[in-house]
């Protein structure tokens, strides 16, 4: 059974941190490539960041970029989203989703809301 299942999220003040964690299961982590998308109300799903399915390759969009990190650990299964100097436009629910050609597998999302 495929599973994603995203942790870390919760209420941070305007120039926080937070480390979000999306675990994987049920399918060859390794071979998948990995985004983070977030969704704020009345807005389509944002794509923020990929990385390549060893690691060496990684992306982000120009809002988050300098300011969000992906990482991954192929041993633990899991991929990260570290997140800083978030600001209140930040605040959304964050999704993981692994992606192999047209195979395509997302995670519940976590909510992250940002305010003072």
């Known amino acids: 059974q495929v599973q994603l299942v995203e942790s870390g999220g919760g209420l941070v003040q305007p120039g926080g941190s937070l480390r979000l964690s999306c675990a994987a299961s049920?399918?060859?982590?390794?071979?998948?490539?990995m985004n983070w998308y977030r969704q704020a109300p009345g807005k389509e799903r944002e794509l923020l960041a990929t990385?390549?399915?060893?690691?060496?390759?990684?992306s982000y969009t120009d809002s988050v970029k300098g300011r969000f990190t992906i990482s991954r650990d192929n041993a633990k299964n899991t991929v990260y989203l570290q997140m800083n100097s978030l600001k209140p436009e930040d605040t959304a629910v964050y999704y993981c989703?692994?992606?192999?050609?047209?195979?395509?597998?997302w995670g519940q999302g976590t909510q992250v809301t940002v305010s003072s």
């Open positions: 990385m390549s399915s060893a690691g060496g390759l990684t």
């Open positions: 049920g399918f060859t982590f390794s071979s998948y490539a």
């Open positions: 989703r692994a992606v192999k050609g047209r195979v395509e597998y």
